[in-house]
């Protein structure tokens, strides 16, 4: 049964930086099947995908972030983690960790296992 | 950047048919998958590849997704289908979700 755990601080100031690791138990980080990912949802509001990572490292964000965040992969420890800089208070969201299932080219794919997700409050 | 839209709300009485609209140009032309939340919970996948169901979720999901409008149909509505629910695509090395439909079943 594959597991995704998010882990992080709860509390970050503005102007700083977030960074969240998702641990993933249960199923290989390292198959070719799969990309992970994050998806952020604001309080109260819908869903925002944030970017994707493969084992291997190549990366594909989000245009609206993609200045701001890096995504790394550590296949060793079965982790995946994310970089949000100069943060502000719209920053503001659960995050969640999420396995992106694929077959074949990149728009072939969906999410098929998700994080219980954290909150991430930026304070001013 | 490209877009996809969705109804704020569609009420629908149990056992009556839902259907959630999830509009994009050319969105048939792409894969559209559809989650369901429900309050407190992390989404879960109903529909992928814009007809497929997976395991474990019930028939009466099923999904279409043609010209510029991916639907999601929810047949014999139960109260337990209340929830939100988000279309999303690729475009361009790029995922988007609809901005999500509240199913209010009542």
């Known amino acids: ?50 970017g994707i990572i493969f084992y291997t490292g190549s990366t ?33 969201a659960v995050y969640y960790c999420a396995r992106h299932e694929s077959r074949g080219d990149l728009a072939n794919n969906w999410i098929d296992a998700w994080g219980q997700g954290t909150l991430v409050t930026v304070s001013s | 950047s490209y877009e996809l839209t969705q109804p704020p709300s569609v009420s629908v009485s149990p056992g009556q048919t839902a259907r959630i609209s999830c509009y994009g140009d050319k969105l048939g032309d792409k894969y559209a998958s559809w989650y369901q939340q429900k309050p407190g919970q992390s989404p879960v996948v109903v529909i992928y590849q814009d007809a497929r169901r997976p395991s474990g ?17 929810i047949s014999g509505t139960q109260v337990m289908d209340e929830a939100d629910y988000y279309c999303q695509t690729w475009d361009t090395s790029t995922s988007v979700f609809g901005g999500g439909t509240k199913l209010t079943v009542l």
């Open chain 1, 1 to 50: 049964q594959l597991q995704l755990q998010e882990s992080g601080p709860g509390l970050v100031k503005a102007s700083e930086t977030l960074s969240l690791t998702c641990s993933v138990s249960g199923g290989s980080i390292s198959s070719i099947h799969y990309y992970w990912g994050w998806v952020r949802q604001p309080p109260g509001k819908g869903l925002e995908w944030i």
């Open chain 1, 60 to 92: 594909y964000y989000n245009p609206s972030l993609k200045n701001r965040i890096t995504m790394s992969v550590d296949t060793s420890n079965s982790q995946f983690s994310l970089r949000l800089i100069s943060v502000t208070a719209s920053d503001t």
């Open chain 2, 57 to 73: 979720i019930p028939e009466r999901f099923s999904g279409s997704n043609s010209e510029n409008t991916a639907t999601l149909t």
